[in-house]
């Protein structure tokens, strides 16, 4: 049986609705990388590599890519951000020759030097359609520097969507997410509760802890990766830059795993409802 959208309801990754009742939800709070774009376009893969490592030996003095990006993943796996990452390494005089790592720097990099074609138009106009259609806060969290999550915002013509509700980790440091004071400054700016947020994310350190701090949480997989199935190489490439963090869609702190974000109004149609509630 086809959805509305002809989307597939059987290529839902997992659904865990054992939850308590939902508190009506006012606000959708989304990942930025690999969860508004598809994880298979490499584009993840091209900045955690070429991206991060380039920055690393032009700018920070490192003396092989390769040395960059064992400092790089040692620190990602710890904090899945590389501007926190490099953040701390620098606190912990890991930096060659006392360089000093500064977020904005990378931002600028990162949103001039990256191959943004690699993302633009993948976004199915249908999706922007649905959240311009839908009454709720829409709000953009990202890892990412500011000047760079902007950049990949308007790629994929969804800045109109979400207006000044963009949060970056620039606007988090000294956190990140998965760290609970990020989502708690998150609450703050935005004016909302935890028990009113659906979490959209690819992280699971970040559903991980969304969960724990009362949130709704979307898994979104990526394209041909229901079932247990990986059919998506590139997929496999962005996953390998992102160590510790692969998707688990029968984690308990997975309420909903789809592929895409295209799915969630048809797999989710009460985000859509007055008031808006947080079931299939």
Not at 82 to 94: C, D, H, I, P
């Amino acid at each position: 049986m086809q959805a509305d959208d002809g989307t597939n309801p059987d290529k839902r990754m997992h659904v865990n609705m054992n939850s308590s009742p939902s508190s009506p939800i006012t606000t959708l709070i989304f990942d930025v990388d690999d969860t508004l774009y598809d994880v298979g376009t490499s584009f993840t893969s091209h900045r955690n590599e070429f991206g991060a490592q380039s920055f690393m030996v032009k700018q920070l003095g490192f003396a092989s890519y390769e040395d960059a990006k064992r400092l790089r993943d040692e620190y990602f796996e710890r904090y899945h951000s590389t501007a926190k990452a490099l953040t701390v390494a620098e606190q912990e005089g890991r930096l060659p020759n006392g360089q000093h790592f500064d977020p904005q720097d990378l931002a600028e990099y990162w949103a001039t030097s990256l191959d943004f074609d690699m993302i633009k138009d993948s976004v199915n106009p249908k999706f922007a359609n649905d959240l311009q259609d839908c009454n709720l806060n829409m709000v953009a969290f990202s890892n990412g520097p500011g000047k760079y999550v902007r950049r990949v915002l308007k790629e994929l013509d969804l800045d109109g969507v979400f207006g000044d509700q963009v949060f970056a980790v620039d606007d988090v440091l000294p956190f990140c997410k998965p760290e609970k004071e990020a989502f708690e400054f998150i609450f703050t700016k935005v004016g909302c509760k935890a028990k009113e947020c659906v979490m959209i994310e690819d992280s699971m350190k970040n559903v991980r802890k969304a969960k724990e701090l009362g949130m709704k949480t979307v898994l979104v997989i990526g394209k041909g990766r229901s079932n247990g199935n990986n059919l998506n190489a590139g997929a496999d490439d962005a996953e390998a830059t992102k160590p510790g963090d692969a998707p688990i869609a029968d984690d308990p702190a997975v309420d909903v795993a789809i592929e895409s974000v295209d799915e969630l109004r048809s797999v989710l149609p009460g985000l859509w409802q007055t008031p808006a509630i947080f079931e299939l």
